[in-house]
Every structure is written in structure tokens, then in C-alpha cells.
């Protein structure tokens, strides 16, 4: 190609004639060039400007900021961008332009300002949705901006998205609290609430960071506004619709322990109880890996004398399995006793399982709650007809929902393994302690499960 100052002479000397259409022939061949000078595009939109093609103009002053900004010429970039301001040329596209210019120069002020003045025009041009985006980049650029979250609050509102509204404005009520700001914190918070907020467990985020929860509450949706969010619901439902990973089930097929229910019964007289298990030492086992105090053994007598002990009735109930006399879900129907002993008492019984259940899915769960009511019928009725002391006995209740044994878990930063529990881990900072042997019932039906010594 012809040199590029010999072209640029011949488009000057067109300039000097007057010649507009000829001086444009020259730059168009300068700017065919691969490696043009960006400034060859900003000459060139000038004359096209001067000819009156706006449009033209606009796309050649674009093409300067694009090839600026690949350069990472900024200051060029924004040099030309507040040019075509001064022009009035598309403002609206120059504004975002200038914004993430500033933003990718480290001048988060001015970014923020730009992006602010951008989302007004998309808010004139019936945008909000798009005002909004704007502004929570105005936001990232300048997290002292939280001025811009309010607006973006404003925007969805005009969106007609009233849930990303209560976000926004609780993201504003967090970030007034960070800059120490509180006379402007509950205004906005209670602005929040205010809001009816959209579904139910929704997150308030802000820049990655969960800042809260949307509830349905009897008074409506609320936001839970939070400088920290612990996610306690069991199932980890609020860190895996923030989108933390997790895992569900066993490695190798996903199967997951079974869901039981614990229900009370009334009216149990215990002293028959132990009567008939002195007679019948056989019908009852002992919990595996439990050690009796010393000099001690696992009998009727010890059952008896210490309240709060649990009986694990067996045999009589495999054999009434075999029989069919009974439809029981498990071969053990472990009897939970009170820790003190006064005329008929209240026992809890943990006899129901049911396999297969996902507790992350709504539809699974109703099964089970349905296949549970089924189950608690069938082990009262066992009791009360087999059992000594159970004849008067009444069923008492049974939980709202059935108990889960395991559910997501959230793949943090750290997890607790088998050896943790084993050998009774010490973390600095644990929340909270508990004492229990590893207990992993059978993902797949079989009637035993393991329990080993440890706590943590
Ligand atoms: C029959 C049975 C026997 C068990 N026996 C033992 C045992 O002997 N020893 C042992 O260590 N462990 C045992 N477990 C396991 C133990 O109960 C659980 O591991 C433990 O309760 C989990 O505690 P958590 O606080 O994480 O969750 P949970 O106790 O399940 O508490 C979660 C709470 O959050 C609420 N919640 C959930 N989702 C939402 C939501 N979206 N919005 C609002 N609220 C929500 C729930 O209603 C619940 O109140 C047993 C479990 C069962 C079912």
C-alpha cells in the first residue's frame, strides 16, 4: 500500500482545495490499513461530520475508541468519546462508552458518575430494566456510590419487578452500614420491607456476596437484611439457590439415607413393659457399640433402673415380620423412655423409614409424609396389640414433617471427614460442639446400619 503520509498530503491539499469528497477518499484508503493510526479515524469522522453524515461520523469516531481502547489508550478513547459529546452524538451510546473507559482507566468515581447518567437515558428511552444493569455497574465501579443502588431500585420498580426492587434497596441499606452511614440504614431497609419482595427464599446480593433473604412471613414478604447469612434450613436451600455448590446423595449412585418420622405415644405402663423383657431377655438387643457403666450388664433391670434409657425391641419384631402378622418398616422399633418415672408414661418411638426419598424435592417429601402417617399406624398397632404395657397405650402425636437424615451438602472451604468424627477433631473456630457416635443408616434397605465410636 501507498505510504500513509503521501496519503494524507494528498487528502490535506484536497482539504485546502475544498475538494470534502476527495480529502474522504484519502482517509478511507489510510483507515483500510490494518495497523492505522486510530487518529486516522478520528480525521475522518471529522469531515464526515463536517459533510453532515452524522451516522458516518459516529461509526468512524467508534472505531477510534475501539481501536484506543485495544491499544489501552484510555485517555485517547475517552478523549474522543467526550469529543462526540461535545458534538452531541449519540449520547446515550457514548455515555456507557465513557463510563467503561473511566471504569478500565481505575477511575471508579467517574465511571460510576457516567453509568449513572447512562441509566437516565435508558430510564427516558422506557429502558429500565437495562437503567438498572447500568447501575449496579455504576455501583461495582464505585462502591461508595450508594446512591446508584437506590436509583436501581427506582428502575425496577419502573420494571415492574418490585422483588429486584426490595433487593436492591436492602443491597443499598448493607452498603450504608459498610460506610458506617446508619442514619440512612433502616430508611432504606424499611423501604426494603416496604417492597413487596418477590419469591419466596429469594437472596439479597451484593457484588457475589449473600447480604440477605427474602421470607414469606403472616405479614407478607419481608427482607432479612444481613451482614452475614448462615445457612441453617438442613437442606442447604438458601446456599444452593445462591448457587454454592453442593453435593446430594452417595458418590457413586446419589442414594441417600432414609427419611423417618419419631412419634409419641401415651399411656405406656413401663413397669409391664419391664416385665415382660425380663421374661423375654431375647426380644430386645443391645445398641451396638454401647458400653454399660461398670459392673453393670444391658438388662430389664438396668433398663428399668435408669430412666431416659432406650429399649430396642427385635426379635419380636423380625418374628412378626416373618409371620406377617405385622407390616413394619424396620426390624427394630427402638422405644425412647422418659428420664424420670411416674405412673404411665409418654414415649417417643423411632420405627419408621422410608427409602429413596429426595428432601430437596416437594413431591418426594409428600410421598413420604403419606407412606410415614402409614407406617406410625401400623407400629402403634403392633405395639398395642403385642406388646405388655402398650394395651391402654394412645398415640400422641407425630411431627409436622417427616426428619431428614441427609440432604445437600455445601462444598466449603473445608468438610468434615469419617476420621473428624473418629478422632473427635478440634476446630478453632466451631461453633458449636456435639457428641455422638457416626451413625450411617443403609441407603439401600438393608435393616442393619453402622455405628462406630467417636464425637466431635
Ligand atoms: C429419625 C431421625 C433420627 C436421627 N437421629 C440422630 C441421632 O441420633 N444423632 C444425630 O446426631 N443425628 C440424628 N439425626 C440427624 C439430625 O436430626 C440432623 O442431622 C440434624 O437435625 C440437622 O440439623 P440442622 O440444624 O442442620 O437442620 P434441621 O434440624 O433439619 O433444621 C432445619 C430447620 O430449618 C427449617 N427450614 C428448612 N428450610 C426452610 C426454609 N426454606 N424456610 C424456612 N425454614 C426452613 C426447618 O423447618 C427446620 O426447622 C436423625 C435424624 C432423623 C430424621
Given at each position: 500500500m501507498e505510504k500513509a503520509i503521501e496519503i494524507k498530503r494528498r487528502a490535506q491539499r484536497c482539504i485546502q482545495n475544498g475538494d470534502l469528497d476527495g480529502a474522504l477518499n484519502e482517509y478511507e484508503k489510510l483507515v483500510q490499513a490494518e495497523d492505522s493510526d486510530p487518529y486516522n479515524f478520528v480525521l475522518l469522522a471529522d469531515l464526515q461530520f463536517k459533510r453532515g453524515d452524522a451516522d458516518q461520523a459516529v461509526q468512524r469516531y467508534l472505531a477510534a475508541v475501539g481501536s484506543y481502547e485495544k491499544a489501552g489508550l484510555y485517555k485517547n478513547a475517552i478523549a474522543v468519546c467526550k469529543k462526540m459529546m461535545r458534538l452531541s452524538l449519540a449520547p446515550a451510546k457514548v455515555l456507557e462508552?465513557?463510563?467503561?473507559?473511566h471504569a478500565l482507566d481505575g477511575l471508579g468515581t467517574e465511571a460510576a458518575l457516567y453509568y449513572m447518567q447512562y441509566a437516565e437515558t435508558l430510564v427516558r428511552d422506557g429502558k429500565p430494566a437495562e437503567a438498572a444493569g447500568a447501575l449496579q455497574k455504576a455501583f461495582d465501579a464505585s462502591p461508595d456510590e450508594v446512591k446508584a443502588l437506590e436509583r436501581m431500585s427506582e428502575a425496577w420498580m419502573?420494571?415492574?419487578d418490585t422483588a429486584q426492587a426490595a433487593r436492591a434497596m436492602g443491597a443499598a441499606a448493607y452498603a450504608y452500614e459498610r460506610l458506617g452511614r446508619l442514619d440512612q440504614v433502616e430508611r432504606c431497609r424499611k423501604r426494603a420491607e416496604q417492597l413487596h419482595a418477590g419469591t419466596?427464599?429469594?437472596?439479597?446480593a451484593e457484588r457475589g456476596a449473600l447480604r440477605g433473604i427474602v421470607v414469606e412471613t403472616k405479614g407478607g414478604r419481608q427482607i432479612l437484611p444481613g451482614t452475614v447469612v448462615v445457612d441453617t434450613t438442613g437442606d442447604a436451600d438458601v446456599a444452593a439457590r445462591a448457587g454454592a455448590p453442593f453435593e446430594l446423595g452417595r458418590a457413586e449412585d446419589g442414594r441417600l439415607q432414609p427419611v423417618s418420622r419419631i412419634f409419641h405415644m401415651g399411656n405406656v405402663h413401663?413397669?409391664?413393659?419391664y416385665a415382660y423383657l425380663r421374661q423375654h431377655p431375647e426380644e430386645f438387643t443391645v445398641p451396638e457399640g454401647w458400653t454399660p457403666p461398670e459392673g453393670r450388664s444391658y438388662g430389664a433391670d438396668y433398663l428399668e433402673e435408669t430412666p431416659g434409657t432406650s429399649v430396642l425391641l427385635q426379635r419380636v419384631v423380625q418374628q412378626a415380620q416373618q409371620e406377617g402378622r405385622a407390616n413394619l418398616p424396620k426390624n427394630v422399633i427402638s422405644i425412647y423412655t422418659p428420664p424420670y418415672r411416674s405412673g404411665p408414661a409418654e414415649v417417643a418411638l423411632n420405627a419408621t423409614r422410608i427409602h429413596g426419598i429426595d428432601p430437596t424435592d416437594p413431591d418426594e417429601l409428600t410421598r413420604a409424609e403419606l407412606?410415614?402417617?402409614?407406617?406410625v399406624m401400623d407400629v402403634f398397632r403392633f405395639l398395642k396389640t403385642t406388646i405388655p404395657g402398650f394395651e391402654e397405650s394412645r398415640l400422641l402425636g407425630t411431627p409436622y414433617q417427616v426428619g431428614v437424615r441427609e440432604s445437600r451438602r455445601i462444598i466449603g472451604e473445608y468438610m468434615l471427614t469419617v476420621d473428624d468424627v473418629l478422632r473427635g477433631a478440634d476446630f478453632p473456630d466451631a461453633v458449636a460442639r456435639g457428641a455422638y457416635p457416626l451413625d450411617i443408616h443403609d441407603v439401600a434397605g438393608l435393616t442393619r446400619y453402622a455405628i462406630?465410636?467417636?464425637m466431635i
Open positions: 462508552r465513557l463510563a467503561a473507559l419502573l420494571a415492574d419466596m427464599g429469594g437472596m439479597v413401663l413397669d409391664r413393659v407412606e410415614c402417617e402409614r407406617q462406630r465410636k467417636g
